[in-house]
């Protein structure tokens, strides 16, 4: 079977800046090439019309007469039409362009010449126009330019020597009284021919360009997908079973983040892994015990007590409490499970939580006097919440079991449901024992974590993963306050009835 081509994360890198780099090449093409000579025929038309249209307005606004009888009947400018041409032309508006300023029956009042080269506009023969359709004729093409000006009211032509290929823009416009027309011209650079040597060039920029994006893609990709290629042997390394794997943390973009995104999740694999591993060990040690037991004292009892009644009841009283024990661990462990997988969902009904917690307490006063303990309660306001009351009851009982078993020198222990502000209930299970070292709190809830150096007390390390669990398919928030050498606090805040849950888990 042909084995199917794969588009790396390198390859669809390096074919997205290949194309980016094309589309850039052929955008620099069409602005530098192709455009090149429209833009610059565009922006010299509009300065040359702004300059003519000054002109023009010079003249429409000039106090008249403009200009006085000179010799042979050929007009001389005044004084003060001088001195504002003499200002344009300081000012650089008409360097660079051919002037000229006429009557309306052919006589110049001012003319000028500042072009580099020959102004076709007076070569004293009519060489070409692109658009006139005049033939060669021996007169000055301003005479012509004037004639279609004083037609037309304006006049715009590209003019061409034939012999060098140069070429020229003439614009004219006739004043608002229809007495002068004013002719401006300027030389056009040989676009065409620039564009052409841009053209030839652009192949080679192309190629170069393309060389160095490639390059450029190539290494940008190797050092990209480095952390990305890590993170893939060191997920591969986890599917074996290595949950120690760590991937280097470099930066602060996104990857960085993934990096320490995998790194956590490995931590806690590597945590949850142990913790079950711990799990097993200790549930195997203590059905290994009971099951010791329950076997040691079956046949003590079938050899060795005979007709003892005494003997006979103190050794099944050890073999029915053993196997309650295995009961008990079994049927945690198998609530922590149908809690956990949703298996057994909350049956939500509403209820005062202060009542529960108050009828909860009263079954602890035998254990408490019996023991010499104090159980401090507050419970006297009344707190409506929406829960399965089964379940709250279950967890009521284990914070409370758990304090007893950690109760302090003292023997004080405490319960209290009090009213939350918004609605709902906070209840809080508090004791005066050795209290929870820093590390220790966020792992509390965890199955089987046993903390406060708990070695040889009673209980199977499931009590507080069980209350997690009820209190998660609550959506209620819990956790526990702790100063080791002062006590601890765990708590817990349920729901008003029609309100949403706080928030998930602690």
Same mark, same amino acid.
């Not at 084995?3 to 090449?25: G, P, T």
């Given at each position: ?21 094309? #589309?850039?090449?052929?955008? #620099?093409? *069409?602005?530098? %090439?192709l455009s090149l000579e429209p833009a610059y025929n565009r922006r010299i038309r509009e300065d040359l019309s702004a300059t003519l249209n000054n002109l023009v307005s010079l003249m429409d606004n000039a106090d008249y007469p403009l200009t006085t009888p000179g010799l042979l009947g050929i007009p001389q400018r005044t004084t003060a039409f ?32 500042? =072009? ?11 060489? *070409? ?30 003019l061409e020597n034939p012999s060098t290929g140069a070429q020229q823009l003439v614009m004219g416009k006739l004043t608002a009284d229809g007495s002068y027309t004013v002719l401006v011209s300027t030389d056009l650079a040989r676009i065409p021919q620039a564009a052409a040597v841009l053209a030839g060039q652009m192949k080679w920029v192309a =190629?170069?360009?393309?060389? %160095? ?29 290595? !949950? ?65 009644? @005494? ?12 196997t309650d024990r295995l009961s008990a661990l079994v049927n945690s462990v198998m609530d922590l499970s149908k809690i956990g997988t949703g298996a057994e969902k909350p049956q939500m009904v509403d209820f005062d939580l202060a009542q529960l917690c108050d009828e909860v307490a009263q079954r602890y006063e035998d254990v408490c006097a019996k ?18 009351? *089964? ?25 209290? *449901? ?10 809080? %299970? ?17 199955? !089987? ?14 009590? =507080? ?38 928030? @998930?888990?602690?």
């Open positions: 079977m042909k084995k199917k081509f794969r588009w790396s994360f390198r390859s669809k890198l390096m074919a997205f800046v290949f194309l980016i780099c094309l #589309v850039l090449i052929g955008l #620099v093409y *069409a602005l530098s %090439v001088n001195d504002q041409l003499s200002s344009l032309i300081q000012s650089g508006q008409l360097s660079g362009l051919c002037v000229e300023i006429a009557t309306s029956a052919g006589q110049k009042v001012f003319s000028m010449e500042a =072009l580099p080269t020959t102004c076709l506009l007076h070569t004293g023969k009519l060489l *070409a126009s692109s658009s006139s359709g005049l033939s060669v004729i021996d007169a000055e093409i301003a005479s012509q330019m004037r004639y279609i000006t004083i037609v037309d009211g304006q006049v715009t032509r590209v =190629l170069l360009l393309l060389a %160095v994006s490639l390059a450029g893609a190539w290494i940008f990709s190797t050092i990209f997908t480095r952390p990305l290629r890590q993170l893939s042997g060191a997920a591969r390394e986890m599917a074996r079973g290595n !949950y120690k794997v760590q991937v280097e943390e470099e930066g602060q973009d996104e990857v960085a983040d993934l990096a320490r995104d995998f790194n956590f999740m490995a931590r806690e694999v590597d945590r949850s892994a142990r913790l079950q591993q711990e799990l097993i060990a200790n549930i195997s040690h203590d059905l290994r015990t009971p099951l010791t037991l329950i076997k040691g004292y079956a046949e003590t009892l079938r050899d060795l007590t005979g007709d003892d009644a @005494q003997k006979r009841t103190q050794q099944l009283n050890v073999i029915v409490d053993e023991n010499g303990y104090t159980l401090e309660t507050h419970t006297d306001e009344e707190c409506l919440v929406h829960a399965d009351a *089964a379940m709250l009851e279950r967890v009521l009982h284990n914070l409370l079991g758990n304090a007893l078993h950690h109760v302090g020198p003292d023997g004080w222990l405490g319960l209290s *449901a009090k009213p939350l502000p918004g609605g709902g209930c906070r209840v809080e %299970v508090a004791d005066h024992g050795c209290g929870i070292p820093a590390e220790d709190l966020p792992h509390l809830f965890d199955k !089987y974590y046993r903390s406060r150096q708990d070695a040889g007390k009673v209980g199977n390390g499931l009590g =507080l993963s069980i209350t997690k669990a009820i209190l998660q398919s609550h959506g209620f928030r819990f956790g526990v306050e702790s100063t080791v050498g002062q006590g601890s606090v765990f708590w817990f805040e349920a729901a008003a009835p029609g309100q949403p849950p706080r928030a @998930q888990g602690k």
